[in-house]
């Protein structure tokens, strides 16, 4: 039991650094995806790049990267912030990603029913298409951010004091190997089940809208 | 600045090599028994008996729910106080084993959906049993549609065997941390090492999707 | 072109004799003397709220070609797969051959695969294995099935992709060959199994008119040589010329039944009136 208590003192940390993550990865995936759709070369070849490079190199590394090469060697930065930082840069390619793939299921006839219709560019984007769009991409932005929850447990490589931290450092003090781990372990599953339980439900719920 | 760096890199070339092999090393046999257990998960999830079922979909869910890096500290730190103490590439090879098992159970239970039901239907038509649809017809299919999805997964895989850094397994990255923590030269190090990465990941990354326009086209 | 071989070439052991009633003598004759080879009794099935058939009875002789017309949603494709079991009756039973199984009872998968082997079916989807050649199509459930090695399955193979004249394709993958290819490559897979009986259900659905026809040749031939057959299509010029009889089914039952002409040209129901005069004046 005492390493129940041990172990949830992690929780606020890995929430803070999960949704801290998703905020940046939301916002900054957007112009990402947007670049990479763009027909300008100038645009969508370094949109690529950078989302292949993103994603293309693990996680803890770019971690290391940012806590111990940038934040030694240029600007300081605290784990939670490397870490976020982080984890919200990765996102933003992932979720790029997922926008891109959103758009591109949106009927290309709705383009055309705006444009027909007089609507600019940018009505159609953000009054016809996006909405589209995002119910699509809905699904997958909800997997990703279930599974950025327990990827979140990376920054603990970093010193932030999230659940698996926690965990590590309760089985140090207390020479109890399994448990602590086997509650990390539980917490995570607690943790997810409800987010996944909660996307399903907001699925189909928009399914419902969309489909009337 | 720019000749420092490229001969700095030249120097932990390859220290950082043998760390890039260990990594390889690492992914192929985790994904090589990982992958196997997998489709057993997803011919045992997809049983219509649930006494084998659910079983089957809470282990999966397990498995899928808990991140690798505890997975990973659970075997080799947890597993010692249960009397199995394993080395770091042993106790790293079967914990990303089992986050595979869990996770390409999903994706190839995802391919044995996605054969037309008509097949199964042809199969049973003819007198087949469910053992033998599933192998001739169901698992050879679904295993192909599951590629890209496979192949996809295999290169995250390889990416996490950077988590094994923290059982101290000599692998890429922590080489590359070691050399900076008695360098300095951190930023340096760790930039070469994410370029090794990337010498993997991106090549797999481009064939992954060529493999899929490949597959598109037959089926 | 003949499709059912004779007695002495047949190389499945377990075939019964009722099929040796039905060789290419008349075969009108045949059908009307031979001992029923199928035989339903007070089949019913429901979706939901929704009666797909209700107390269906059908007896179908050796060697007969029974063609089944009618509306869609009347329960003619659900009635066929009722016959190997695809789907499972609510109540009543099915006979095939010497294979009986009661509906009212806990229908077992070992009895369900022991009818299937009896039947032989032809989907409107044609459903071949795309990952196998045409031949290991053809072959695959002889071994798996019937126990053949490979090289009498395989042998026996490329006697009936001959008699549909697609020996050439054997070796190739079936994404190579057309529609109407696919579905004479799917007759062949289903007549290997030497089964008592053929079910076809809407064969030409999905293809071309013109490709349609060069099914429907196989079909006729395989009906000359005395093969017992059930047949749901929308071809009424097929129905009329090739079966022995044409059952008309509405509304998840069999309205009316006889001689193909009879039926066609001067049908008793106002609902068959309905349907027939529709397909006809289009």
């Known amino acids: 039991m005492e390493h129940v208590s041990a172990v949830l003192l992690g929780v606020p940390y890995t929430l803070l650094v999960t949704v801290v993550a998703l905020a940046i990865g939301a916002v900054l995936g957007l112009p990402l995806a947007l670049a990479r759709r763009s027909p300008l070369a100038v645009l969508n070849v370094p949109a690529r790049v950078v989302i292949d490079v993103l994603r293309g190199i693990p996680p803890v590394v770019w971690l290391f990267i940012i806590f111990f090469g940038i934040g030694n060697q240029f600007v300081t930065l605290d784990p939670i912030q490397a870490g976020s930082l982080g984890l919200g840069l990765i996102s933003a390619a992932y979720l790029a990603e997922i926008y891109r793939s959103g758009l591109g299921a949106v009927h290309s006839g709705q383009w055309e029913a705006s444009s027909a219709l007089g609507l600019s560019r940018t009505d159609s984007m953000v009054r016809v298409v996006g909405p589209q769009a995002f119910r699509v991409a809905l699904p997958a932005a909800s997997t990703y951010a279930i599974g950025l929850l327990k990827d979140s447990s990376v920054v603990s490589a970093i010193g932030v004091a999230d659940i698996v931290f926690q965990a590590t450092g309760d089985s140090r003090a207390t020479g109890a190997a399994l448990a602590p781990f086997l509650v990390a372990a539980a917490i995570y599953i607690l943790l997810g089940t409800p987010l996944a339980i909660a996307s399903r439900r907001m699925d189909s719920r928009l399914r419902m809208r969309v489909a009337r | 600045m720019n000749a420092d760096l490229l001969s700095n890199w030249l120097e932990w070339l390859p220290d950082l090599g043998r760390g890039l092999q260990t990594s390889v090393l690492l992914a192929a046999v985790s994904l090589a028994i990982g992958i196997p257990i997998g489709l057993l998960l997803a011919v045992l999830v997809s049983s219509r008996r649930a006494a084998i079922r659910m079983p089957s979909i809470v282990l999966v869910e397990i498995g899928r729910g808990t991140p690798a890096l505890v997975v990973l500290q659970l075997v080799y730190f947890g597993l010692p106080n249960a009397g199995l103490t394993l080395g770091p590439f042993t106790a790293a090879s079967a914990a990303l084993a089992l986050t595979t098992a869990a996770y390409t159970s999903e994706i190839i239970r995802g391919g044995l959906e996605a054969v037309p039901k008509g097949e199964v239907e042809a199969s049973q038509a003819l007198g087949m049993s469910y053992r033998d649809t599933m192998r001739f017809v169901l698992i050879p299919q679904g295993m192909r549609i599951a590629i890209p999805a496979l192949v996809g997964f295999g290169i995250l895989m390889f990416q996490a065997t950077s988590l094994a850094f923290t059982i101290s397994l000599q692998e890429l990255l922590s080489r590359a941390y070691s050399i900076g923590s008695s360098t300095f030269l951190y930023f340096q190090v760790l930039l070469l090492a994410g370029v090794l990465y990337l010498a993997i990941t991106l090549p797999s990354g481009w064939l992954t999707g060529r493999l899929e326009r490949r597959l598109s086209r037959h089926l | ?282």
């Open chain 3, 1 to 282: 072109m003949e499709i059912v071989r004779d007695p002495q070439t047949r190389t499945g052991s377990d075939a019964v004799d009722v099929r040796a009633s039905a060789q290419p003598t008349d075969r009108l004759e045949v059908s009307r003397k031979g001992p029923p080879v199928v035989s339903l009794k007070g089949l019913s099935k429901h979706y939901g709220e929704n009666v797909v058939l209700d107390k269906v009875d059908l007896d179908v002789s050796a060697g007969e070609v029974v063609a089944m017309v009618g509306p869609s949603g009347a329960g003619k494709s659900t009635l066929l797969r009722c016959i190997n079991l695809l789907e499972v009756p609510d109540a009543g039973t099915v006979t095939v051959g010497d294979q009986c199984v009661d509906a009212g009872k806990e229908v077992s998968a070992k009895d369900a695969m022991r009818l299937r082997r009896t039947a032989g079916m032809v989907f409107q989807s044609f459903n071949l294995f795309p990952h196998l050649t045409v031949l290991r199509n053809v072959s695959l459930a002889q071994e798996r099935v019937l126990g053949r090695s490979r090289a009498e399955a395989d042998a026996r193979s490329m006697e009936l992709l001959e008699r549909v004249h697609l020996a050439h394709k054997a070796d190739t993958y079936p994404a190579r060959s057309s529609g109407g290819q696919q579905q004479r490559i799917a007759i062949a897979r289903a007549l290997a199994m030497d089964p008592q009986v053929m079910l076809f259900d809407e064969p030409t659905s999905a293809l071309d008119p013109e490709v349609g026809l060069e099914v429907l040749a196989v079909m006729r031939e395989l009906a000359e040589s005395g093969m017992t057959m059930i047949v749901v299509t929308h071809e009424i010029p097929f129905a009329r010329d090739v079966s022995d009889r044409v059952v008309v089914m509405a509304d998840g039952g069999i309205i009316e039944q006889g001689e193909p002409h009879q039926v066609i040209n001067n049908p008793q129901h106002e609902r068959s009136q309905r349907f027939l005069r529709a397909v006809t004046e289009r």
